[in-house]
């Protein structure tokens, strides 16, 4: 399959999902940049670097070298070591969890906020090889009931406002 075809792909994705049908394997692989059960790693540095950045893909990975994931992702660079190639698969697989029910900017967003499941940002529970924590904070977020309105999970809501009412009595 060539990009064409994954442009194509990932097209019909989109309109089908628009018609609320459900669309074709095939689309679907395309549209999540998946090319088999197990991506190329240089695939999901690919992708990882498009997402996040160089930046935050070698924080992530625990490297200190924000040129060093370009290297990963060229076809004739260096490959990642069996614990960054872990991290970087964990990395990508909760990012688009995030994005399918959230968006970009949320899931982006989360790897960078702190945590109070973790303790930390999600980026730091991944450098520190806490997949499970992770993983267990993605599903978290992603059960969460939000608020029909502002579309803000309920727990934070609550934060917010009583957070902004604590900031009106310390105004008077």
Do not use: C
């Amino acid at each position: 399959m060539d990009a064409y075809d994954d442009d194509l792909d990932v097209a019909e994705a989109a309109a089908a999902r628009a018609e609320g049908e459900q669309i074709s394997h095939r689309a679907l692989m395309a549209e999540l940049d998946l090319d088999g059960a197990e991506q190329d790693i240089r695939s999901v540095v690919r992708a990882l670097l498009k997402f996040l950045g160089p930046t935050l893909v070698a924080a992530l990975t625990g490297v200190r070298d924000s040129k060093l994931p370009g290297g990963w992702a060229r076809e004739d660079g260096p490959r990642p070591s069996p614990t960054v190639e872990r991290r970087l698969r964990l990395a990508r697989s909760v990012f688009l969890r995030i994005r399918e029910a959230e968006g970009d900017d949320v899931a982006r967003a989360w790897f960078i906020l702190g945590n109070d499941q973790l303790g930390a940002t999600p980026l730091t529970g991944i450098r520190e090889d806490r997949h499970d924590d992770v993983e267990s904070a993605v599903d978290d977020l992603l059960g969460q009931t939000l608020d029909p309105i502002f579309e803000i999970p309920l727990d934070v809501l609550l934060k917010l406002m009583i957070s902004s009412l604590d900031e009106d009595d310390d105004a008077r």
